[in-house]
């Protein structure tokens, strides 16, 4: 579970991306005029883990809330209603439906169980206080990696206006936003009226000269954008210097596999192409079918070789419908787990190996909740002192590490 929030009547849970985050917030707001009271879960099912949480979750919701309305929407609910379609009040809306207010009034209407006097008894989930805005900029993937189900429950790409855009971040800005992340299920794909991904960020640093940080969500490391990105992070330091990488593995073997349009090289040029000014992190799926031990040891050399500060790294999860299903060469899952572990843990000593350099340096954050905050580089800070408001952006004197977080002091 990534994002949970309250508003008014109208309570959510989110799985899985900030995309999907963003979208629930969509859907609240459009609910809050209509529909009087109802949970609203955004499930997840990037791998069988997350649909069977999202699951969970949302019978948990039933049994501790049953006279009122619970739509169930997102990736999880597209691939496998079923699983939904069982539990009482339960109300299932597709993927392509999730922004049409009339699928969430047929579902009520129609449901099987009538809510009269709707009302939620438990729903124990504080609101977080966001400190940076999510705005999409477009939907669904063109492309065809052997493992991913996302592709398939969202359909193909669509790039947004980029007026609408515009206008998102104008209201975030409004509503006291210093930091905004443009998210996507492919954003580095954007293509829109002659306008591609490194585009939009450059008109709206100079539409909005407000604007004080701009971030991107994960991009595909396959895109000549990125070139263009890290060029402007050189030039604009209101683009934040840290990219993450769909990478999923460092082997050209693999890679191809996957049907990934990238090869190592690719990272090469790109950490080349940063010059040391700019981190990355990336996305790692352990145990791809026929992932040797070999062809395994060819990703860890690329990141002794590269350095990404963070990876998110896990198992393959082999989901219905994809070709990845179906490959021979299954990897066990307690070895892709042990790779797993190897490459975190590798991660996690550059990531210290980058924090020791930035001691004794002072550097803006984006102040969160509680007086921790957030650099440029993406990297936690607990600042000491007296407390700063959310949404804050302020210098700060890097003073310690503690763990993964640094301790600091407002300069």
Same mark, same amino acid.
């Given at each position: 579970?990534?994002?949970?929030?309250?508003?008014?009547?109208?309570?959510? +849970? !989110? *799985?899985?991306?900030?995309?999907?985050?963003?979208? %629930?917030?969509?859907?609240? #707001?459009?609910?809050?005029?209509? @529909?009087?009271?109802?949970?609203?879960?955004?499930?997840?099912?990037?791998?069988?883990?997350?649909?069977?949480?999202?699951?969970?979750?949302?019978?948990?919701?039933?049994?501790?809330?049953?006279?009122?309305?619970?739509?169930?929407?997102?990736?999880?609910?597209?691939?496998?209603?079923?699983?939904?379609?069982?539990?009482?009040?339960?109300?299932?809306?597709?993927?392509?439906?999730?922004?049409?207010?009339?699928?969430?009034?047929?579902?009520?209407?129609?449901?099987?169980?009538?809510?009269?006097?709707?009302?939620?008894?438990?729903?124990?989930?504080?609101?977080?206080?966001?400190?940076?805005?999510?705005?999409?900029?477009?939907?669904?993937?063109?492309?065809?990696?052997?493992?991913?189900?996302?592709?398939?429950?969202?359909?193909?790409? +669509? !790039? *947004?206006?980029?007026?609408?855009?515009?206008?998102? %971040?104008?209201?975030?800005? #409004?509503?006291?936003?210093?930091? @905004?992340?443009?998210?996507?299920?492919?954003?580095?794909?954007?293509?829109?009226?002659?306008?591609?991904?490194?585009?939009?960020?450059?008109?709206?640093?100079?539409?909005?000269?407000?604007?004080?940080?701009?971030?991107?969500?994960?991009?595909?490391?396959?895109?000549?954008?990125?070139?263009?990105?890290?060029?402007?992070?050189?030039?604009?330091?209101?683009?934040?210097?840290?990219?993450?990488?769909?990478?999923?593995?460092?082997?050209?073997?693999?890679?191809?596999?996957?049907?990934?349009?990238?090869?190592?090289?690719?990272?090469?040029?790109?950490?080349?192409?940063?010059?040391?000014?700019?981190?990355?992190?990336?996305?790692?799926?352990?145990?791809?079918?026929?992932?040797?031990?070999?062809?395994?040891?060819?990703?860890?050399?690329?990141?002794?070789?590269?350095?990404?500060?963070?990876?998110?790294?896990?198992?393959?999860?082999?989901?219905?419908?994809?070709?990845?299903?179906?490959?021979?060469?299954?990897?066990?899952?307690?070895?892709?787990?042990?790779?797993?572990?190897?490459?975190?843990?590798?991660?996690?000593?550059?990531?210290?190996?980058?924090?020791?350099?930035?001691?004794?340096?002072?550097?803006?954050?984006?102040?969160?909740?509680?007086?921790?905050?957030?650099?440029?580089?993406?990297?936690?800070?607990?600042?000491?002192?007296?407390?700063?408001?959310?949404?804050?952006?302020?210098?700060?004197?890097?003073?310690?590490?503690?763990?993964?977080?640094?301790?600091?002091?407002?300069?």
């Amino acid at each position: 579970m990534q994002e949970e929030n309250t508003k008014n009547n109208i309570k959510t +849970v !989110s *799985f899985g991306c900030r995309l999907n985050a963003m979208e %629930a917030e969509k859907i609240q #707001k459009m609910l809050e005029n209509t @529909i009087k009271t109802a949970i609203l879960v955004n499930t997840c099912a990037v791998t069988a883990e997350a649909e069977r949480q999202s699951g969970q979750s949302v019978r948990k919701f039933s049994r501790e809330n049953p006279d009122a309305p619970i739509f169930v929407t997102g990736c999880a609910a597209t691939r496998n209603p079923d699983l939904f379609f069982q539990i009482p009040n339960a109300l299932v809306i597709k993927n392509q439906d999730k922004l049409n207010i009339n699928a969430y009034i047929d579902a009520i209407n129609n449901a099987p169980c009538h809510f009269n006097n709707p009302k939620i008894t438990n729903f124990s989930h504080p609101a977080p206080q966001l400190s940076k805005q999510f705005i999409q900029v477009q939907n669904g993937c063109n492309h065809k990696c052997a493992y991913c189900v996302t592709r398939l429950l969202r359909g193909a790409a +669509v !790039s *947004f206006d980029y007026q609408d855009i515009l206008n998102d %971040a104008k209201a975030a800005i #409004k509503s006291g936003f210093q930091e @905004i992340v443009l998210t996507g299920v492919d954003i580095a794909s954007y293509a829109k009226d002659g306008l591609f991904i490194s585009d939009v960020c450059k008109k709206l640093l100079s539409d909005l000269p407000e604007i004080k940080r701009l971030r991107l969500s994960s991009v595909d490391p396959a895109s000549p954008e990125i070139f263009k990105i890290i060029d402007m992070m050189h030039r604009d330091s209101r683009m934040m210097p840290h990219l993450h990488l769909s990478m999923q593995s460092g082997s050209n073997t693999i890679l191809n596999l996957m049907h990934r349009r990238h090869n190592a090289n690719t990272i090469r040029k790109l950490v080349e192409a940063a010059d040391k000014k700019i981190t990355f992190s990336w996305d790692i799926i352990c145990g791809f079918p026929g992932e040797t031990e070999e062809l395994f040891q060819e990703t860890v050399s690329l990141i002794k070789e590269t350095k990404p500060i963070k990876i998110h790294a896990f198992p393959f999860s082999p989901r219905p419908g994809t070709e990845a299903y179906d490959m021979p060469n299954k990897i066990d899952r307690s070895v892709s787990k042990k790779r797993v572990k190897i490459i975190s843990e590798l991660a996690e000593n550059y990531r210290l190996d980058f924090m020791t350099s930035q001691l004794s340096k002072t550097v803006q954050v984006l102040v969160e909740e509680n007086n921790t905050a957030r650099t440029p580089n993406d990297i936690s800070v607990k600042i000491l002192g007296e407390p700063i408001k959310e949404r804050t952006v302020c210098n700060v004197y890097l003073k310690d590490i503690q763990g993964d977080v640094f301790i600091g002091e407002k300069a």
